[in-house]
Nanobody, 124 residues
């Protein structure tokens, strides 16, 4: 069974930075595209960023463009999200997701596996 385990969340002041990691393990699944989504209190889960298997295609939500950077290390089966200039509205549970297809996708229904999430709280 494939597992995705996120880490790196925490409490940070506005303007600060955090780096999230997501390690994929289990089975013989070779992860395709991967992505980050987030769910703020009282809101639906929303797309943050996605990256193709090769890393050549990357897409961001407008709200995080130029502040967040998604990357991956396929040798380590690890996905990253570098978050800079954090704002209180970035407060959410952040989820890592993986899909069989190699093409990046922004829609959460296109993903096959999900992590349990890691809390990010940005204080003003």
């Amino acid at each position: 069974q494939v597992q995705l385990i996120e880490s790196g969340g925490g409490l940070v002041q506005a303007g600060g930075s955090l780096r999230l990691s997501c390690v994929a393990s289990g089975g013989t699944f070779r992860t395709g595209a991967m992505g980050w989504f987030r769910q703020a209190p009282g809101k639906e889960r929303a797309f943050v960023a996605t990256i193709s298997r090769s890393g050549s295609s990357i897409y961001y939500a407008d709200s995080v463009k130029d502040r967040f950077t998604i990357s991956r290390d396929n040798a380590k089966n690890t996905l990253y999200l570098e978050m800079n200039t954090l704002r209180p509205e970035d407060t959410a549970v952040y989820y890592c997701a993986a899909r069989h297809e190699y093409v990046a996708h922004t829609r959460e229904t296109e993903y096959d596996y999900w992590g349990q999430g890691t809390q990010v709280t940005v204080s003003s």
